[in-house]
């Protein structure tokens, strides 16, 4: 047993009306993380009566992952959520040069489900959690951490418990790790990104996607006008070159197609902290009173504009395994493994397609 204190760090309520500090109360289901994931999974719960708490920090002015592929539509649209509109803008689809020097096109408009949608991140993950609360969810400030079993429940901090306990904590799976799960990474990389307002909007409607010598580019015009500009690093690059500002200029600069479309890098250029972007998969993802959705359960590479769409569709598919019983449960299981057996070789497909001036050797993932 750890000596450690108890799990749950408790926040100051933000001025203006956030959420309420901890108090002591027993909870159906207590979900860690309030992105996209947590938040359905608590309104998915919550409109099946169960008595929910969202727990997450103050959320942050910066969230990366801002294009949602129409099947993200389709899915918040089953859930009767109407947060698409403004600020969101609708886009056309991607450019990409991906194993060739040339732009490629994909357009939406030959998908069935239509637009996708270029998002102010933050406003919909708000809009998101603000469903949730309606629906009769508790919001909570603070973090899970270190939950303690005691007989049918969880134990937390400051007297919180719950019968279950979800991770929604993202690609780090905090939960599920201190749990006893592993989390396998596929080849690591990182993301540095850059957003700045251009002296002459680009008008651009699709996502940018350029390789590159080290990795690969990320362009796109924001709802609010700015432009998003990220390069996605192999590890091994990564630490050499990755926090290096002037030579991420330069490669930006040298871009062949994204630079002439965005324009250069405006004086109000604002750097953001390094993402990890590598895709991960989560082993197991359900145990005795835990469950785990969105990235906590499987995290896609970016490249593949998967991320809000599954966190949305696997809460949904995760709360209803808490819903049901323990053959449900399985269910889910079995369907994280299954995306997962379509997505592993589809992924390392694309990476070895990517045009490569330097030759590097892709990793292969463990299954
Ligand atoms: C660089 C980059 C670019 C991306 N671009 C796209 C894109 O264009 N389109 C797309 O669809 N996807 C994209 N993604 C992926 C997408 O952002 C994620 O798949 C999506 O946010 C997953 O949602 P989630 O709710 O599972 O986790 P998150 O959105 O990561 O939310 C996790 C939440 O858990 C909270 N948390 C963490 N630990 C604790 C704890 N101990 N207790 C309580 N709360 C905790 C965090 O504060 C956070 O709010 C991108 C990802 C990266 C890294």
Known sequence: MPDTGPSLSPLPPQAGGGAPELRPETFDAVIAGAG??????????????????????PPSAIKLGEALAPGGRIALERLGLQVLGPPHRKI????????GPDLVATDFMASPHGAGWRLDRPVFDHALREAAIAAGVTAITGL????????????LADGLSGRWLVDATGRRATLARSLGARVVRDAS???????????VPPGQDRTLVE?????????????????????????????????????WVEGYQATRHIAPRLGPVGADVEWIAPHDASGTVTRPAVGAGWI?????????????????????????????????????????????ASLRQHYAPEWRRVQARRLRPVAAPVSASSD
């Open 144 to 155: 899970v951490s270190a939950p303690e079993r005691d007989g049918a429940h969880w134990r």
């Open 292 to 336: 785990a959705v969105g990235d906590a359960a499987l995290a896609f590479d970016p490249i593949s504009g998967h991320g809000i769409t599954h966190a949305i569709t696997s809460a949904v598919a995760g709360a209803e395994a808490l819903l049901g019983d323990d053959a449900a449960r399985e269910g889910y299981s079995q369907h994280l």
């Open 92 to 99: 056309r689809g991607q450019l990409t040069a991906w194993d």
């Open 36 to 57: 996209p994931a947590g938040a359905v999974a608590a309104l998915v719960l919550a409109r099946a009566r169960w008595r929910v708490a969202l727990v997450d920090q």
């Open 211 to 247: 390789a590159s010598e080290f990795g690969w580019w990320y362009g796109c015009e924001l709802p609010g006008g700015q432009v998003l500009v990220g390069l996605h690093l192999d590890r091994s690059m990564a630490l050499s070159r990755g926090r290096d500002q002037a030579a």
């Open 189 to 199: 990389q990182i993301a540095y990104y850059a957003r700045w307002t251009p002296d």
